[in-house]
């Protein structure tokens, strides 16, 4: 006879299952299921909650979580007993919606851009230091792993003093649904889709130095845009002038005829050698690290590497262990600052 043997659980295990956070989903298309499938699969923090006016995206994310309950309309979301909420919708709208959320004192993980302006992303970083709630934002290129090693090596002096940087994210496939080419739903074009990974992976790997100076040009269609157009960019031209000395230049684009579907470098330049991030065979996924001596090259990080899901579940797991206000998400208004100066607002 087979015997089941049913242990009860230790009074802090069912501790630790009492206090998972409960999380609601805003916008799960392709990143929002994306991001709500790996916190689901680390377990860290419940999927309580889904948002999403498109039935079908609905309905693709509630497969992979049969449990959650559907709110009808963002206050609904808000109305739920949530501890925090991870927002995927069209990119205007991220600002609002993260300062209402941390307003009914939850936390906040966010799809970049955290805000259109350095403005917006500075207010919803003070409501997050002043309800004390972790506030993260998706800037996912930093945890592959080639990018962790280019700035381990700059940051342990391995190139010697990075006095150039060269950037570039080709898009050659260019965004796929409609609001990434409305002004009033995702606040830019090129720069704040795929310009923004840039900045920021320069400064991080600087340690955010001061950008002192942007020259930048806009086109559309193959035409260089007026101050303020009324279309987005579809590719972008940019030199960052930084504190110490360092220039970096930036090239990003939807659409290029790039012969690939995607270009994707980050080359930093020192006094005693060089580092390269750069994608393998045109991937959006897959990545290589490289540090150069002269013409020697040394293979620092190569694919297989599953990172798309590591920002969430890193910010999962802090908010179950308790974790309220993070200062380091400041640094997303330095980044939105160059942005703002590259847009010339
Ligand atoms: N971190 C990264 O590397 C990365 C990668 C891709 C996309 N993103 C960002 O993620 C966001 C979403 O991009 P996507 O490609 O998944 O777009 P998407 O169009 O596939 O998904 C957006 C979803 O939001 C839903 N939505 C629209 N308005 C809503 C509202 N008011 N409330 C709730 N849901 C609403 C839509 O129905 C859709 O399902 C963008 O801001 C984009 O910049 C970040």
Redesign the pocket.
Known sequence: MNQLTLERPSAAAADAVRRRPRLGF????????HRMEAIAADGAAEVAAL????EQ?FESALRNAPRAARAA??DALLEQPLDGIVI????A??AG?AEAALARGMAVFC???LGCTAIECRRVVSAARAADRLLAV????RQTAAMRCIRRAVAAGEIGEVYAVDLVFHNAYG?D?P?FRDPQRSGGGCV??LGI?LVDLALWTLGFPRVHQVESRLWAGGRALAPRPEVVEDHALAQLDMDGGAVARLACSWNLHAGRDAVIEASFHGTRGGVRLCNCGGSFYDFRAERFKGTRSILLAEPPDDW?GR?PVAWARRLAAGSGFDPEVERVVDVAAVLDAIYGR
Do not use: M
């Not at 805003?26 to 299921?33: A, E, K, P, S, Y």
């Open positions: 805003l916008g799960v298309g392709w990143i929002g299921r948002c999403d006016p498109e995206a309309s963002f995927a919708t069209p990119s709208l991220h919606q799809q970049k851009p998706d800037l996912s290129y965004p649904k609001w704040i889709d990974h798309g920002a």
